[in-house]
């Protein structure tokens, strides 16, 4: 049996405790591997991003990790990247230059109507209310059909080792507030975007961290998707986006059951650094 995460975030962004600390649970836990990836540096500020000035003290910390624990744990230094159109994406130059050993790409932020601004695409209130009149005319189909579009051309021109939790904006449509899953042009945004990531190669992550912080109840993507997943031989990844240590291995046993029932046995992980498929059991 293999245990892992891939998706981690410590203090060096917004998460809580030491690297040290995940290393040292994900040992006790019996891991084969772990790997960080705190939200990369942006060009403007957001809370919930590393600063750019604690990037090389990140890196620098993983590897001499990798080394300390080498003969309990392998340990891989990662990012998550986010994607904005002609300012920052998995593939920008800053990035590759750090010798990464694998990224994790995702959309957190969109434009929105004011100069340089930038609104959550995954939190609700009063700022994504104001997202959607503004620059969406009030109609979340608009932003939804957007938000996947992102997610396609993130792939196709900054392809990241890992697709980040797919449907994401599901945070913001509790009681389907804003969308409805099961309308055909909802699924055909999604089956559009699981072909883009078919035919990259990409890995797509199955990430547990929203039931852990009490957003959701189900994994992104949601489990529909893992049987429209399996039938186009995308590759998956179990994480549990983990802000504390406590939460490695949140919902990873539902999470695996419900990928079981879509016909999936293997996982793909980074191991000997290599990517390899793994047993799910």
Known sequence: MYLTNFHTHSEFCDGKGELELYVKEAVRLGFQAIGFTSHAPLPFYKSFVM????????????????????????????????????????????????????????????????????????????????????????????????????????????????????????????????????????????????????????????NTGGISRGYVKHPHPSPWIFNECHKLGIPIMLNSDAHSPEHLTTYFKEAKSLLREAGYTKQRILFNEEWVDVSLE
Not at 57 to 69: A, D, M
Not at 150 to 164: A, D, F, N, S, Y
């Open 51 to 206: 600063p750019q000035e604690r990037l090389e003290e990140y890196c620098g910390s993983i590897r001499e990790l990798k080394i300390k624990y080498a003969d309990r744990i392998q340990v891989y230094l990662g990012l998550e990247i986010d994607y904005i159109p002609g300012v920052i994406g998995p593939r920008s130059p800053q990035f590759k230059a750090l010798d990464l050993d694998y990224t994790i790409g995702s959309i957190h932020l969109v434009k929105n109507g004011k100069p340089d601004g930038y609104t959550y695409t995954d939190e609700t209130g009063g700022e994504f209310e104001e997202l959607l009149h503004e620059v969406y005319d009030g109609d979340s189909t608009n932003f939804v059909k957007h938000y996947y579009s992102l997610i396609r051309e993130m792939i196709q021109e900054h392809r990241p080792e890992v697709v980040g939790h797919l449907d994401i904006i599901k945070k913001v449509n509790k009681d389907t507030r804003y969308f409805d899953e099961t309308a055909p042009w909802y699924r055909e945004e999604v089956y559009k975007t699981l072909q883009v990531v078919a035919d990259s190669k990409a890995v797509l992550e199955v």
